[in-house]
């Protein structure tokens, strides 16, 4: 038996050492070609190298996305550290997010009057929380949204470089000093389309099938209407109204969808959750529990001014869990009028 095992054991040894023999080039050729063009690439262009991999290997389109966002904060980072060191560059920074402020502040403007029915105005603590709520996700989208689209800037400026450099000029250099930037760019060209596409299919709750195809059709559906034919642009207008028509069914859903919601935990996506949460923030901490105005018992007031008031009351039948209904204001100094 001991015997049979050292036969075994040696013949298994040998078969390993041929096999270790003929991998012996393979590995060669990994330590002599991969390993040194791997090692020399930067942390960003080893995300990029996964995130083509995920794409193409495992067909998963969101980590893609995540990996390509990553990958451009690490890379661009230093970019932006360097920029807001100049007084030029910090007063475009400041410029780009007070723009992005103001946009925010006139959006969480409509949302407010969206689920509380009145002005914005008169409820400024609940505008203030919405603010705070969509600030953070406008600033980091927006800011990710940019790097994405300044990647379909970046072949315009290797043409001009390329078209300088029989000039002589060597004063423009390349934004990335790594390995094969050229070739970097194609890539992070390429993984920029990705995931703006990913991002928006997320935002419209589309798939990116669905996506491509919506662009694909809005190109030919151009061309058409730029046809000098009458007969092709009249077929054109035809085709969009059919397709608007299929559309039509998929938005009452999601308003049925939104409208039979019952709680926070139910409702669907960020911004309806946002909501919901506005409305909680308006009943709960801006309005009054007691006030000189006639009120139903369960319910909370808002004042807009001498005459009226805007009455909040918990119901789950309502999109977000509370009825705003702006009342006359029954007071000891305003009597109802019979």
């Not at 990647?151 to 315009?156: D, R, T």
């Not at 139910?266 to 000189?292: H, Q």
């Not at 805007?310 to 119901?315: A, G, K, L, Q, S």
């Amino acid at each position: 038996m001991l015997r049979r095992f050292k036969i075994i054991k040696w013949r298994a040894s040998r078969l390993f050492k041929k096999l270790q023999k003929k991998l012996q080039p393979l590995k060669t050729d990994i330590d002599k070609h991969i390993k040194p063009i791997w090692f020399s690439l930067s942390t960003a262009q080893k995300l990029y190298l996964a995130a083509l991999i995920s794409v193409i290997l495992f067909k998963s389109w969101s980590l893609c996305a995540l990996l390509t966002m990553t990958a451009l904060v690490i890379e661009f980072w230093p970019k932006f550290n360097k920029l807001w060191h100049s007084l030029a560059g910090k007063a475009l920074i400041l410029v780009f997010y007070a723009t992005i402020a103001n946009f925010v502040l006139a959006n969480a403007n409509g949302i407010v009057n969206d689920v509380t029915h009145v002005s914005a105005a008169n409820m400024n603590y609940t505008h203030n929380f919405a603010t705070l709520i969509y600030l953070p996700i406008w600033a980091l989208g927006i800011t990710l949204c940019t790097l994405l689209i300044f990647q379909f800037i970046l072949p315009f400026y290797i043409i001009v470089l390329l078209l300088i450099k029989p000039f002589g000029s060597q004063s423009i250099k390349y934004i990335s000093q790594s390995y094969s930037p050229l070739l970097t760019a194609s890539v992070r060209l390429i993984l920029a389309f990705i995931t703006l596409s990913t991002l928006y299919s997320l935002v419209d709750d589309r798939d990116e099938a669905t996506f491509l195809s919506d662009i694909e059709n809005g190109f030919y559906f151009g061309r058409e209407l730029a046809s000098n034919s009458p007969e092709v642009k009249k077929q054109a207008v035809v085709n969009l109204n059919k397709r608007l028509a299929k559309q039509e069914p998929k938005a009452e859903e999601i308003n049925e969808l939104a409208e039979s919601a019952s709680s926070f935990v139910a409702t669907e996506g960020y911004f309806e959750r946002s909501k919901r949460l506005i409305a909680m923030f308006a009943f709960n901490y801006e309005a009054d529990e007691y006030s000189r105005c006639k009120k139903a018992e369960n319910s909370k007031v808002v004042e807009l001014n001498d005459y009226e008031i805007v009455e909040i009351t918990p119901n789950e039948t309502m999109p977000y869990g509370y009825s705003f209904i702006v009342k006359a204001c029954e007071s000891p100094a305003f009597k109802p009028t019979s």
